[in-house]
């Protein structure tokens, strides 16, 4: 056995051990076929092959198989609501308050969260027309722009979104990540479009009123609608597929309490302590805090107790092999 060999059978280990023995053989002599004359390590795409082919075959024996296309319709509808919220937000910026108002601005723009948002249209942009490697990191782009803006505004001691806005964003983007690799054309245009008609009817809005448009003004109501929202679209496709046995929505619906979780931060610490005019840094903390640990929580429990079901199941087959051939 060479080095090469070696190493592909401990990327091996990532799949279950009744699925190495029956195919493990054959999965290595595939790789070691293809792999370069002296090659003594495998490639990072072998690497990332196996690793994913493994979580596939452990989430199949584990009986949530669906898991995966779930978190990948979850990366859908989220990477359509950072679209909504960048569309939403770059309007906004467009119209500072008055002057008179004394309402913080950067110049012709209400804070330097313009060039964030600019980066997730630009990322909806390439979700539409671009390769999915290239739109991936237009997203990793996006993301690394909206990270960047509060320690970018305490450097240049201008103003910025509040974190209740950012975060949000950042989490959807995470999850949008894992968007699938050949979606229809549908699928690559709706965050797209989803943008465009929200730039539109932010600036029908704004425009038409000319009021005051500071975050805090708008997203305490705002992003826990959207969040709102969110959940129920996932709810509906959920019992949509789920009519047909298509699991895929039950599991996009748990794996969106999350960043719908974090678009309703503003409403949860406004429950949480009251102020007028506005909710206390505390107050947003804690719900924050309670949203990142309640909604990965739920998210593993149910994959838990869904595991734990397959393999009551796997038992009572095996003790009674013959029972549901009873009629």
């Known amino acids: ?34 792999a370069a004359p002296g090659r003594r390590w495998p490639s990072t795409a072998d690497a990332a092959d196996l690793l ?14 669906s898991l995966t296309p779930g978190v ?13 919220l960048a569309g939403v937000w770059g309007a906004t910026e467009l119209h500072p308050a008055n002057i008179e108002w004394d309402v913080p601005h950067v110049g012709p723009f209400v804070s330097i ?18 390769p999915r490697r290239v739109a991936r990191l237009a997203i990793a782009l996006a993301l690394l722009l909206t990270l960047a803006l509060p320690p970018l505004a305490a450097v240049l001691d201008a103003f910025r979104p509040p974190l209740f806005v950012l975060l949000p964003q950042v989490v959807l983007g995470l999850l949008a990540l894992a968007l699938p690799d050949r979606p229809a054309t549908a699928i690559r245009l709706a ?27 708008t997203a305490l109501s705002f992003l826990p609608t959207l969040g709102g929202l969110l959940l129920a679209v996932g709810a509906v496709l959920a019992m949509a597929l789920a009519i047909g046995g298509d699991t895929r929505g039950g599991w996009a619906l748990v794996t969106l309490l ?38 990965p929580a739920v998210l593993l429990l149910t994959i838990l107790v869904r595991t734990r079901m397959t393999l009551s199941i796997k038992r009572a087959d095996r003790h009674y092999p013959t029972s549901g051939a009873q009629s």
Do not use: C, H, K
């Open 1 to 34: 056995m060479n080095d090469l060999e070696r190493r592909y059978l401990r990327l091996l280990r990532a799949y279950p051990a009744e699925y190495r023995r029956s195919r493990g053989a054959e999965i290595v002599g595939t790789y070691l076929d293809l």
């Open 52 to 65: 994913r082919g493994g979580l596939r075959q452990r989430l199949r024996a584990a009986g949530v198989a």
């Open 72 to 84: 990948r319709l979850a990366a859908l509808l989220s990477m359509v609501t950072a679209s909504v």
């Open 113 to 130: 969260g313009v060039i964030a948002w600019a980066g997730w249209l630009l990322a909806a942009i390439a979700t539409a027309v671009a």
């Open 191 to 217: 965050p797209l479009l989803s943008a465009v008609t929200a730039v539109a009817a932010t600036e029908y809005l704004v425009g038409s009123d000319g009021g005051p448009t500071y975050y805090g003004f």
């Open 258 to 295: 999350t960043p719908a979780g974090f678009l309703a931060v503003p409403a949860l610490g406004d429950a949480i302590d009251p102020i007028r005019g506005g909710v206390s840094f505390a107050a947003l903390a804690t719900s924050t805090i309670a949203v990142a640990l309640a909604g």
